[in-house]
Structures are given as structure tokens and as C-alpha cells.
């Protein structure tokens, strides 16, 4: 995940076309967002939808982009 210029790992639960619920330490997090996934380093611009203790859930807003992942830092 992404938001505001930094970055945090997590873990996709439930994946579709149109969102994700994900698995993070915490579920507060800065505003936009983007989910970057391993698997083919597509990101997501994504807006938060849900939030309960340690999972949120986000809907995309765009179709996918490839990161530069050299260029955020990561925590």
C-alpha cells in the first residue's frame, strides 16, 4: 500500500476487478491511496471504503499502472 509518498506491506485477502479487502498492522492510513501487487507490479489507485482493526477495504478507481518501485520509500 501507498499513501502519501511512503509505503507499508499488507496482505490481499479477497481481490476482484473492482477492489480488495486487505490485511495490514494498521488500518489507518494517509489518503490517496494506491495498492502495488507483487505478483506483476500493477498499481492500483484505490479509495477506502471500509475500515475494521487490522483490514480494510478499498475500491479502484482506475485501471492498473506499473510501478516505479525504486522511487517510494518504503517503512
Do not use: T, Y
Request: aromatic letters at 4%.
Amino acid at each position: 500500500m501507498f499513501g502519501d509518498g511512503s509505503s507499508i506491506r499488507c496482505r490481499v485477502v479477497n481481490l476482484s476487478d473492482q477492489g480488495a479487502a486487505i490485511e495490514l498492522r494498521d488500518a489507518s492510513l494517509a489518503r490517496p491511496l494506491e495498492l502495488m501487487l507483487e505478483r506483476d507490479r500493477s498499481v492500483r489507485k484505490c479509495r477506502l471504503v471500509w475500515a475494521m482493526q487490522n483490514r480494510i477495504g478499498v475500491s479502484f478507481d482506475a485501471a492498473p499502472s506499473h510501478a516505479d518501485v525504486d522511487n517510494v520509500d518504503h517503512q
